[in-house]
């Protein structure tokens, strides 16, 4: 689905410029946008989720000192992440659990299917590579796609894990640079173990 997005971004068709003077509303026409762009926010999220280790790894941090106004501008849009999260519980009426099941499948499907695709869709459009897309019939019977869902290794599996690994490593040489340089070196490492802590719990999947 994420290929089949980014050809449809590449084409004429694509609802940034396509249809203008018709009947596409603008509503409609933000939500076509979103489900032809959502693959690109893979690279911004392997970013996001490299960084941490990073960070731990050469004593650097993401987020620089703030000052009293940019820490209150800094709160308010993680309280207004909280706020849209609870609200989309209520309004959707689904468990906490179901929600952080698809917060775990965003991160996983981001990093791996979703940032192949964005590079797939690029080499068969500009570059003419023909990329295979295969198409399951919701219709057929669970048993002729059985093997769909068994554990298989294949590329997709590479970045998600690569990460995890990248940022367990990351913690404990963080952790263990700590303990080195003594108690002056536990207050920046916590804001560094947060995000790195916030990579791993998304993809703890990988570690079962």
Not at 67 to 75: D, G, Q, T, V, Y
Not at 82 to 100: F, H, K, N, P
Not at 178 to 183: H, R
Request: hydrophobic share 50%.
């Amino acid at each position: 689905w994420a290929l089949g997005s980014i050809e449809i971004f590449l084409s004429h068709h694509c609802p940034l410029w396509y249809g203008y003077g018709g009947k596409l509303k603008l509503l409609e026409r933000l939500a076509y946008i979103n489900t032809i762009v959502y693959p690109f926010t893979s690279i911004p999220l392997l970013a996001y989720c490299t960084i941490p280790a990073v960070c731990l790894l050469t004593g650097k941090f993401i987020i620089p000192t703030l000052n009293n106004l940019a820490s209150i501008w800094f709160l308010a849009l993680f309280i207004s992440i909280i706020a849209t999260s609870v609200l989309g519980l209520r309004w959707s009426g689904v468990s906490i659990q179901d929600l952080w099941r698809n917060e775990q499948f965003w991160v996983i499907g981001g990093v791996s299917a979703h940032l192949f695709a964005v590079f797939q869709g690029l080499l068969k459009v500009l570059g003419g590579v023909d990329t295979n897309f295969t198409v399951t019939s919701k219709s057929a019977d669970d048993a002729e796609f059985g093997e769909l869902y068994l554990f298989k290794w294949t590329t997709l599996l590479i970045p998600p894990t690569t990460l995890i690994i990248l940022n367990m490593v990351g913690v404990v040489a963080g952790v263990s640079d700590a303990i080195n340089n003594g108690y002056g070196s536990w207050g920046p490492l916590f804001g560094k173990l947060f995000f790195a802590f916030w990579v791993i719990v998304h993809l703890y999947p990988f570690l079962k």
